[in-house]
C-alpha cells in the first residue's frame, strides 16, 4: 500500500471527522443546558441538506451565481435548521421538563420519524437519492501519487471554522457565559438574573444550526443527499458526544475526529469500505465498556 | 413608609404537602431584617418562594410598590433584589472573575461593573489574587466570599443571603458577619436568614422566628433576645 493512498484515507477521515464533530457538538450543547437527548437532531441534519438543495434549485432557476447561490444556500440551511431547533425546544422538549428524560428522548425520536417520513412523502420523488450540486471548485491537486482536492479542503475548513465559532461564542461572550452557567447551576443562573427559556432556546438554535452545516457539508461531499442520511450520521454523532464525555464540548470534537479515524483505519485494515462502520461501532462499545463516562469523563469543570 | 419588601399570607410547599402556612413579613428600607428559625422550619422555601425559584400556591409578594407575584425569577432580580443561595453556590467550572461577572449579569454599564469590582476586592482582597482560578476548586470558605461578592456585582437595593455561615469556620463567619453589617452601611437592605441566633441578632434591626412554617414571633431584635418563643423554636420547649 502507497503513501498517497493513505494520505486520500487521511483526507477523507478529516472531512468525516469534522462533519461528525459538527454533529457531536450539538448533542452536547443540548445535554449541557439541559440533560436531555434530542433525538431528532440527525434528521433535522437531513432537513438542513434538503433546505440548501431546495434553495440551490430555486436560485438555479432564476439564474444566480454559484458563488452568490453557495452562500445563500448556507445561510439558508443555517437560519432554517436554527428555526427548526428553537421550535423542537419550545414545544416538544421544554414542556417535558418535570417528565422522566426517557419521554423526551422518545418525543423527538417520534419527532425526528416524522420529518424523515414527510421529506420522503413530500419533497419530489423524495425517496431516491438526490443529487447534490457541485458549488465548491474541485480542482485536484497532485503531490506525488496523492491528490488533494479543494473541495475536501474548503469542506474541513469551514467546519472547523463553525466549531471555533461556536467555541468562541461560548468562551468569550456575555450569551456564551449565560449558556455555561444555566448548564453549571440552572437555579443560580436564573438568580443572576439569566432567562432561562432564552438560553435554552438560543442553545438548541445554535446546535440544530451546526448539525446544518454539517448536513450541507454531507452534500457537497458526495455530491448525494437522501431522506434517511440522518439516521447513521445522528448515531455517530451522538456516540462520538458519549464517547467523549457528554456534556463536555472538547470531548465531542475530539469524539467525532477519533469515530472518523476508526472507520478510516477499519477500511484501511480490512480492505473491504463495507466494514468500516462495524469495525469502528465495535470498538466504539469496547471503549464504552473500558470507561462507561466516556473517554474525557465529564468532570464539572469541563462541561461546556 | 412602604417597605421594600412585602410578603403577604404565602403558602408554598412542595408535591402535596405545604410547608409554608401563610407567613408574612416586611423588609424595611436600610434595615438589616433578619429570618431565624431551626433546620427545616422553611427558611430556604420562603426565600425561594418569593424569588420565583418555587412556585406561590397563595398569598402576595411586593417590591416596594410593584407586585411581583409569579414573575419569573429573573424579571425578579431585575427590580434590584440579589440573593446569595444556601449552599455556596458557584458556578464551578468557571473562574472567579467569570462568577464575577454573572454577578453582574443585568448591569449594563461596564464602568460600574469595574468599580464594583473593585469594591469587592476591597472587601475581600484574596479573591483578587484568584481571579483566573476554577470557583469549584476553591476552599468552602473563599467560595462562601465569592459568593457574597458576586452578589453585590449587580445593583442591588436588597440583598437577600441565605445562612452565608453555614460549614464555615468561626473565623470566615465572624467575617462574614463584619461584611454583611458593612454592605448594610452602604445603604444597602438586607434580609438575613441565620441559624446563628446570637451573632445574627447582635447585627440585625428587627427579626422574624419562624417554626413550622409560621412566624411565630416577630419585633426588634432586644425584644427577640428575650424572647421565649425564640428559645422554643430552637430547643423545642
Ligand atoms: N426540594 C424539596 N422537595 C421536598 N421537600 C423539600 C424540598 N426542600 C425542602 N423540603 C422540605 O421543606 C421543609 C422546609 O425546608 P427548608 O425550607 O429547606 O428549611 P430551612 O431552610 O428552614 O432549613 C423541610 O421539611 C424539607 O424537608
Ligand atoms: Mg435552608
Not at chain 1, 123 to 144: H, Q, R, V
Not at chain 2, 49 to 69: H, M, Q, Y
Not at chain 2, 124 to 130: Q, S, V, Y
Not at chain 2, 178 to 199: A, D, P
Request: glycine share 12%.
Amino acid at each position: 500500500m502507497d503513501l498517497g493512498f493513505l494520505a486520500q484515507f487521511f483526507v477523507n477521515g478529516l472531512v468525516l471527522g469534522v462533519i461528525y464533530a459538527l454533529v457531536a457538538v450539538g448533542f452536547t450543547l443540548f445535554f449541557g443546558v439541559l440533560d436531555v437527548i434530542k433525538f431528532s437532531h440527525g434528521d433535522v441534519l437531513m432537513l438542513g441538506a434538503f433546505t440548501a438543495l431546495a434553495t440551490y434549485l430555486g436560485l438555479s432557476d432564476i439564474g444566480v451565481a454559484p458563488g452568490v447561490a453557495l452562500i445563500l444556500v448556507f445561510v439558508a440551511g443555517i437560519a432554517g435548521m436554527a428555526f427548526v431547533g428553537a421550535i423542537v425546544c419550545k414545544f416538544l422538549v421544554l414542556p417535558l421538563r418535570g417528565a422522566p428524560q426517557l419521554n423526551t428522548l422518545l418525543i423527538t425520536l417520534m419527532f425526528g420519524t416524522v420529518i424523515r417520513e414527510s421529506v420522503r412523502l413530500f419533497y419530489p420523488s423524495g425517496s431516491n437519492p438526490k443529487p447534490f450540486p457541485k458549488l465548491l471548485p474541485d480542482n485536484a491537486f497532485e503531490f506525488g501519487n496523492l491528490t488533494l482536492r479543494l473541495d475536501s479542503c474548503i469542506i474541513v475548513l469551514l467546519g472547523i471554522l463553525a466549531i471555533i465559532f461556536t467555541q468562541l461564542f461560548i468562551q468569550k461572550t456575555k450569551f456564551g457565559l449565560a449558556i455555561r452557567a444555566v448548564a453549571q447551576d440552572e437555579e443560580t443562573a436564573r438568580l443572576m438574573g439569566v432567562n432561562f427559556k432564552t438560553v435554552v432556546l438560543l442553545t438548541f438554535a445554535l446546535g440544530s444550526a451546526l448539525a446544518a452545516v454539517g448536513g450541507i457539508s454531507t452534500g457537497l461531499y458526495y455530491q448525494e443527499i437522501n431522506f434517511a442520511m440522518g439516521l447513521m450520521l445522528g448515531l455517530i454523532g451522538f456516540s462520538s458526544a458519549v464517547l467523549g464525555g457528554l456534556g463536555s464540548l472538547y470531548g465531542a470534537i475530539a469524539g467525532g475526529f477519533l469515530f472518523a479515524a476508526l472507520q478510516t483505519v477499519g477500511a484501511v485494515w480490512f480492505a473491504v469500505p463495507a466494514y468500516k462502520d462495524v469495525f469502528a461501532f465495535a470498538v466504539v462499545i469496547m471503549l464504552m465498556a473500558w470507561r462507561p463516562t466516556g473517554l474525557l469523563a465529564e468532570r464539572n469543570e469541563e462541561r461546556v | 413608609m412602604t417597605p421594600l419588601l412585602k410578603i403577604e399570607n404565602t403558602v408554598s410547599g412542595y408535591d402535596e404537602a405545604d410547608v409554608l402556612a401563610g407567613v408574612s413579613l416586611d423588609v424595611a428600607e436600610r434595615e438589616i431584617t433578619c429570618l431565624l428559625g431551626a433546620n427545616g422550619a422553611g427558611k430556604t422555601t420562603l426565600i425561594r418562594t418569593l424569588l420565583g425559584l418555587n412556585p406561590i400556591r397563595s398569598g402576595k409578594v411586593f417590591f416596594k410598590t410593584t407586585e411581583i407575584t409569579g414573575w419569573p425569577t429573573h424579571e425578579i432580580v431585575r427590580l434590584g433584589i440579589t440573593c446569595v443561595p444556601e449552599g455556596r453556590r458557584v458556578f464551578p467550572a468557571m473562574t472567579v472573575l467569570e462568577n464575577l461577572r454573572m454577578g453582574g449579569y443585568l448591569n449594563e454599564s461596564k464602568s460600574d461593573i469595574s468599580e464594583r469590582l473593585d469594591y469587592a476586592f476591597t472587601i475581600f482582597p484574596k479573591l483578587k489574587e484568584r481571579v483566573g482560578q476554577l470557583a469549584g476548586t476553591m476552599s468552602g470558605g473563599e467560595q462562601a466570599m465569592l459568593t457574597i461578592a458576586r452578589g453585590l456585582m449587580g445593583n442591588p437595593e436588597l440583598i437577600i443571603f441565605d445562612e452565608p455561615s453555614l460549614g464555615l469556620s468561626p473565623l470566615f463567619v465572624k467575617e462574614n458577619f463584619r461584611v454583611i453589617q458593612e454592605i448594610n452601611g452602604q445603604g444597602i437592605s438586607v434580609l438575613l436568614v441565620e441559624q446563628n441566633v446570637r451573632q445574627t441578632l447582635a447585627i440585625s434591626h428587627v427579626g422574624h422566628v419562624l417554626a413550622q412554617g409560621k412566624i411565630i414571633t416577630s419585633g426588634n431584635t432586644e425584644t427577640l433576645r428575650e424572647s421565649d418563643a425564640l428559645k422554643a423554636a430552637y430547643f423545642g420547649g
